[in-house]
């Protein structure tokens, strides 16, 4: 056994083919060392600057608000939340209880609401590159339940990931949707990547199947970020202008077949559609403002003020001129932290040790 295995390693070296490969790859990984490549992120995020940090998509709500959050622990991090709203147009629920749980490894999140609906995620570190990611909710009514599996692996200067929706055998055959992305940095200022989509809804309906391209440039004060899919274009552009100002525009295309398709009535041309979006992000001392315009004739904007240190007030508005309709919501966010948790937060600042995996 151990001739058989001292023969095998003395082919693989003596390889001329296997040697080729080995010295193409040293090769090409000295030369990524030399450029100092740094990760580029994800595809998923590749314009996190301007749709995540800028806009309101992820702030904006309708309605009033009441949050109160009872931290326990920083290290591990524990803690348990009580949200209430009413006039939400976004249709959140009444009441919703929520809790998580965090250590450098695992992030354990669950929410339950007044209308029944459960969900969780569950995430857990195996190294420091490789993150793995579930989602599971679980709500009233025929084809509500959603499952979701996110694997991320973070190298030096490239990140690859796998995702799959809903993923089942259960019907004879494969079924879901599942998603592989890839995004390399090529030069300190450039990142280039693709991403792939295969989905089935059910055995008696054939697959489809979509390629996305992504680039993702950056500046000392600027990203700018294009993504080119079938039937749809996106780009983005983000920049500081100061320490406390950030501003961002997106522009959104969308092609699709003319009404009648070829040869109708109406012509065999693209309907093209499509919406530019500027925003604006200004951080005060104790507070934060956020305003937006579309193409669409809807300008928003998102005040968020401190006025205590434990306490947060949120006013959101929403004007669209072409529809004459207009949303206006307000939120308090309290925390109750005691004496031994702020030293717990304070010892955690100077920690070296990583976050949670969220």
Not at 24 to 42: C, D, I, K, M, V
Not at 47 to 73: C, H, I, Y
Not at 116 to 141: C, E, F
Not at 200 to 225: E, F, H, L
């Amino acid at each position: 056994m151990a001739e058989e295995k001292v023969t095998t390693m003395g082919f693989l070296e003596g390889n001329v083919i296997m040697t080729s490969i080995r010295d193409t790859y040293l090769a090409l990984s000295e030369r990524r060392e030399a450029l100092g490549l740094s990760n580029p992120g994800t595809v998923d995020n590749v314009a996190r600057e301007v749709q995540k940090d800028v806009f309101l998509k992820n702030f904006m709500f309708t309605g009033l608000r009441a949050d109160l959050t009872k931290p326990f622990s920083v290290q591990p991090l524990f803690q348990v939340s009580h949200a209430f709203a009413m006039g939400s147009q976004e249709g959140l629920p009444p009441y919703t209880f929520a809790t998580l749980y965090g250590t450098p490894k695992v992030f354990l999140q669950g929410n339950v609401d007044s209308d029944g609906s459960l969900s969780g995620r569950a995430n857990y570190r195996w190294t420091n590159a490789l993150v793995t990611k579930t989602t599971t909710q679980i709500a009233p009514g025929i084809g509500q339940a959603m499952f979701d599996l996110h694997n991320d692996y973070t190298g030096k200067d490239f990140t690859a990931s796998i995702k799959a929706m809903n993923p089942s055998i259960l019907e004879g055959g494969l079924t879901g949707i599942y998603i592989a992305s890839y995004l390399q940095a090529v030069t300190p200022s450039l990142a280039l990547g693709l991403e792939t989509l295969w989905q089935r809804q059910a055995m008696n309906t054939g697959p489809d199947t979509a390629v996305s391209y992504v680039a993702k440039c950056k500046g000392n004060d600027w990203i700018a970020s294009a993504q080119i899919s079938p039937g749809a274009m996106n780009t983005s552009y983000w920049r500081r202008l100061t320490d406390k100002v950030e501003v961002g525009a997106d522009l959104n295309l969308q092609f699709q077949p003319g009404v009648g398709g070829r040869g109708g009535l109406m012509g065999s041309g693209l309907r093209k559609e499509g919406t530019t979006t500027l925003g604006a992000k200004y951080d005060f001392r104790q507070s934060t403002f956020r305003a937006q315009v579309d193409s669409t004739g809807r300008l928003s904007c998102l005040l968020e003020k401190r006025v205590l240190p434990f306490v947060q007030l949120s006013f959101a508005g929403e004007l669209d001129q072409f529809k004459q309709q207009a949303k206006v919501g307000l939120a308090v966010s309290v925390e109750a932290p005691n004496e031994e948790l702020m030293d717990q937060q304070e010892k955690a600042a100077t920690s070296t040790a990583p976050p949670p995996p969220f």
